[in-house]
Structure formats: C-alpha cells, structure tokens
C-alpha cells in the first residue's frame, strides 16, 4: 500500500521514541500527525506525559486501536515491538530514515507486517 493511502484510510498512529524537544523528529511527525486530525499516541519509556499527552511504555499499554506504527527509534529497539504488533494485529510499520536494516525488515515481513521506509513528514508534506 502507497503511504498516501495509509495516511489517507488509518487515522491511529503509534509514535515509538517520544521526545518533548520540538527539534526531533518523533515529536514533529506526533504534531504533523495530530494536526492532520489523526488520533495519535507516543511510547517513551523516559516520559510519562509530553505537551499534556498521555506516553505510554508499549504498544500494549494503549487502551485504543492502532492501525500504524512509526518507529523513530535504533533498530535493535524496533526489533522488540514486532511481538507486541503481531499480538495486537497491526499489520504496518512505518520506518523512518536510519531505523531500519535488511534484518529488521525481514523480521517484520515474516510476522506478516507491512513496512513502509519513508519519512513520514516529507509525505505528508510533500
């Protein structure tokens, strides 16, 4: 599936490796998914809460639907959230420039979860 179509059917994102500092980029893909009015949830292991949101330590935790998630995290920490995705039935991983490898890829794809190797901002904004 084209990430415009992603953007354009799921509206429950998952933003794992929150930072309140508006200079990273997992705190501006959070904003730019929020303000396109998509319902969106961080997980930060260091915050409980970040700009009066709610952060949570795992995909488990969220007591709401996720459709996608974008990882803005080291690979080897994206390794361990495919468990918890294939448990919950997500079935898309958008990885962001630099979070990802050929092993990681392969590690989703053969849970049966899409991935998607895109910056999110520069699709929603370009």
């Given at each position: 599936?084209?990430?415009?179509?992603?953007?354009?059917?799921?509206?429950?994102?998952?933003?794992?490796?929150?930072?309140?500092?508006?200079?990273?980029?997992?705190?501006?893909?959070?904003?730019?998914?929020?303000?396109?009015?998509?319902?969106?949830?961080?997980?930060?292991?260091?915050?409980?809460?970040?700009?009066?949101?709610?952060?949570?330590?795992?995909?488990?935790?969220?007591?709401?639907?996720?459709?996608?998630?974008v990882?803005?995290?080291?690979?080897?920490?994206?390794?361990?959230?495919?468990?918890?995705?294939?448990?919950?039935?997500?079935?898309?991983?958008?990885?962001?420039?630099?979070?990802?490898?050929?092993?990681l890829?392969?590690?989703f794809?053969?849970?049966?979860?899409?991935?998607?190797?895109?910056?999110?901002?520069?699709?929603?904004?370009?």
């Amino acid at each position: 599936m084209k990430e415009r179509d992603i953007l354009k059917i799921y509206n429950n994102y998952c933003i794992i490796g929150m930072s309140p500092d508006p200079e990273k980029y997992s705190y501006q893909i959070y904003q730019c998914l929020k303000n396109a009015g998509k319902h969106v949830y961080g997980i930060s292991p260091k915050y409980d809460t970040i700009d009066n949101d709610k952060m949570y330590t795992s995909l488990m935790d969220i007591e709401y639907p996720v459709d996608v998630v974008v990882f803005v995290v080291n690979k080897t920490i994206g390794m361990t959230y495919i468990r918890e995705m294939r448990e919950l039935g997500i079935k898309y991983a958008w990885m962001q420039p630099g979070t990802y490898d050929e092993d990681l890829l392969h590690a989703f794809h053969d849970q049966g979860i899409e991935t998607i190797e895109n910056c999110v901002l520069q699709v929603m904004n370009g």
